[in-house]
């Protein structure tokens, strides 16, 4: 099946095309599922930090086929994704669906913060967080300590957070080298426990509440 649906964030097309299931909006290709390489290498860094996870979120620019490549890893693992457009979120999952493709991921159904200052929300044992650019307004508002927080309230003490430092490229310029210092130091402070880089995948901070629970990668 192919077909269109709109959201706050404006109108996304769906449809397969040789065995791939892709989402465009006006901004480029949104989605390909499954989409291996990079996918794989997100949700292998993730659970690589608690393999034995037993509930996980998706935040932000993180695409669906990451959740997807956990769930095919950890079947029993229960996913929440909260892309920055909540409608994109519940919309893409039911055209997957449609599709033919089994999943049990769930769609928040809120922006990222409004899903974070619920009181409803679960706790989570891995969170993966991947900003928009951080030279937009709604990127620089995840870099600051009351978003860097609030992730962390929605972080089981034993849990695990991954920040995306966005930083794939072979040559960081000055302005990138600032921006990213400053991401990593805001961090830090609202995660002064434990914290290491994990260089692969374009980059990730990892951050827990108890020394010694981050690993390098």
């Not at 003490?157 to 805001?186: H, I, M, N, P």
């Amino acid at each position: 099946p192919s077909g269109r649906f709109e959201t706050g964030g404006g109108t996304t097309f769906y449809g397969r095309h040789r065995g791939s299931f892709y989402a465009l909006s006006s901004s480029g290709v949104r989605e390909v599922i499954p989409e291996t390489d990079r996918a794989m290498g997100w949700a292998a860094l993730l659970l690589s930090q608690r393999p034995y996870a037993r509930a996980a979120l998706l935040l932000g620019e993180v695409p669906l086929a990451v959740g997807l490549a956990m769930e095919s890893l950890r079947p029993d693992l229960e996913i929440v994704w909260c892309p920055a457009d909540p409608g994109y979120g519940a919309g893409l999952l039911q055209s997957v669906r449609e599709a033919g493709v089994a999943t049990r991921i769930r769609a928040a159904g809120a922006t990222p913060r409004r899903y974070l200052s619920d009181p409803a929300s679960p706790l989570f044992d891995a969170v993966l967080v991947r900003p928009p650019a951080a030279t937009s307004l709604a990127g620089a508002v995840w870099r600051e300590a009351e978003f860097l927080q609030a992730v962390r309230q929605v972080t089981r003490r034993s849990g695990v957070a991954l920040f995306g430092l966005d930083c794939a490229g072979a040559v960081v310029t000055r302005e990138q080298g600032a921006l990213l210092e400053r991401f990593v130091r805001q961090i830090r402070q609202a995660w002064p426990e434990s914290g290491t880089l994990a260089a692969g995948a374009g980059g990730w901070w990892v951050a827990a509440q108890v020394p010694g629970l981050t690993y390098g990668a």
